[in-house]
């Protein structure tokens, strides 16, 4: 079992930052990839990005595509979500969730292990 926990939400205008953290315990995190999904009122969960094990690999939705960057540091035990250029749109709770296996996917539901999400508001 591995326990996330994040943290960094919060409200901030648009075109402004946000970094998010996704704790683990329980277990090291570097055995699991990790992904970053949101969702928004009334809409489904959709995947941000996702890192591989070793922090190698990462992969964005399109509309996250060079403004946000997904890191990890292992000795940590974490992984962060860097939000810069923030969008209205971008308004959601953030969950990050953890899958044992070397790369992350972009489907929710291969990823067994879930935080309870930080939410983040981008508004003036």
């Known amino acids: 079992q591995v326990q996330l926990v994040e943290s960094g939400g919060g409200l901030v205008q648009p075109g402004g930052s946000l970094r998010l953290s996704c704790e683990a315990s329980?277990?090291?995190?570097?055995?699991?990839?990790v992904g970053w999904f949101r969702q928004a009122p009334g809409k489904d969960r959709e995947f941000v990005a996702a890192?591989?094990?070793?922090?190698?690999?990462?992969s964005y939705a399109d509309s996250v595509k060079g403004r946000f960057t997904i890191s990890r540091i292992n000795a940590k035990n974490t992984v962060y979500l860097q939000m810069n250029s923030l969008k209205p749109e971008d308004t959601a709770v953030y969950y990050c969730?953890?899958?044992?296996?070397?790369?992350?996917?972009?489907?929710?539901?291969?990823?067994?292990?879930w935080g309870q999400g930080t939410q983040v508001t981008v508004s003036s």
């Open positions: 329980g277990r090291t995190l570097s055995s699991f990839a």
């Open positions: 969730a953890a899958r044992q296996a070397p790369r992350g996917t972009r489907s929710p539901y291969d990823y067994p292990y």
């Open positions: 890192i591989s094990w070793s922090g190698g690999r990462t």
